[in-house]
């Protein structure tokens, strides 16, 4: 969780240093579309992880995770919103620097009930780590929508990362769900901050993907 924290903020912080020189609105949008692609496909993943497996959860949690999903869904649209505001477009298919990020998120949910909540709570927290470097550089540009709009999503992101961490704790009974949890941190730990990163930008404009 360290890592990845420290790796998302280095990465935004190298974004919001080069989009200081040229504040381009566009640029901007682009680098917040991976960002909203990834509340949509948490909507996605959620709603198939209490498909598959909720039943084997306690009620309260399987209701916890509906909670989840449906602010999840929520965020798409204010991240959608923010895009919007810049001038740019919502990305309806998994853009192309998301890509990695969203097929082992789904590889993830195959192979275990709990592998997929391990991966996205990285990704949580991965995401949480960017947020207060992004406050900074919207009130420098005076970005009030965007930082009106992550501020929200910043109080949800701690129920999010705190029920994840809720459900591993709960639930992982066996070495091989401790090796299926570790598994699937590791794996997101070395993708989910390559999103944040300038050089994404660049690669994301290559064109979308329709990859899960």
Not at 183 to 212: L, Q, Y
Request: aromatic share 10%; net charge negative.
């Amino acid at each position: 969780m360290e890592s990845v924290a420290a790796s998302t903020r280095r990465a935004t912080e190298a974004f919001f240093t080069a989009f200081d020189q040229v504040p381009d609105p566009a640029v901007l949008a682009a680098w917040l579309a991976p960002r909203a692609w990834r509340e949509l496909d948490y909507v996605f993943l959620l709603n198939e992880e209490i498909r598959r497996y909720g039943l084997s959860f306690d009620r309260k949690h399987l209701t916890l995770l509906a909670k989840q999903s449906f602010q999840e869904a929520q965020h798409y649209e204010m991240v959608g919103r923010a895009i919007e505001s810049l001038g740019g477009t919502v990305p309806v298919s998994v853009p192309a620097e998301a890509a990695p990020w969203s097929q082992f998120l789904w590889q993830c949910l195959d192979r275990h009930p709990l592998a997929a909540i391990a991966a996205w709570n990285v990704s949580e927290t991965s995401a949480a780590a960017s947020f207060e470097l992004t406050f900074l550089a919207g009130e420098r540009h005076g970005l009030d929508e965007v930082v009106r709009i992550y501020r929200r999503i910043e109080i949800d992101e701690k129920f999010h990362v705190g029920l994840g961490r809720l459900l591993l704790s709960t639930y992982a009974e066996t070495h091989r769900d401790r090796e299926e949890i570790l598994r699937a941190m590791r794996g997101m730990r070395d993708i989910a901050w390559r999103t944040f990163a300038p050089e994404s930008i660049a690669g994301g404009r290559a064109g979308p993907s329709s990859d899960h």
